[in-house]
């Protein structure tokens, strides 16, 4: 069974920084592409961020030249690091493979003076 755990997400001042990562434990995560999705209060679900299994990225306007995404398959992890963060930015943040497995519970970033 497939599991992510979520991590790194905090209160930050706007123009602030944080780096998020994501626990993958199930086999084969070298072969798997992974995202990042974020979900603000009364909003729906929404794509952030995408790696491949070769470590191409692709990220959302929205976020464009702020977040970048990365990945180390010696640890199953993924890694969002989140630059010159704006209120707007605030949301749950999980990640997950491509497709969609099961989700796991976010972190949780606040963006607020």
């Known amino acids: 069974q497939v599991q992510v755990v979520e991590s790194g997400g905090g209160l930050v001042q706007p123009g602030g920084s944080l780096r998020l990562s994501c626990v993958f434990s199930?086999?084969?995560?070298?072969?798997?592409?992974m995202g990042w999705y974020r979900q603000a209060p009364g909003k729906q679900r929404e794509f952030v961020a995408v790696?491949?299994?070769?470590?191409?990225?692709n990220v959302a306007d929205s976020v464009k030249g702020r977040f970048t995404m990365s990945r180390d398959n010696a640890k199953n992890t993924v890694f969002l690091q989140m630059n010159s963060l704006k209120p707007d930015d605030t949301a749950v943040y999980y990640c997950?493979?491509?497709?969609?497995?099961?989700w796991g519970q976010g972190t949780q970033v606040t963006v607020s003076p």
């Open positions: 997950n493979t491509v497709p969609w497995g099961d």
């Open positions: 199930g086999s084969r995560f070298s072969s798997n592409a």
């Open positions: 790696i491949s299994i070769g470590g191409g990225t």
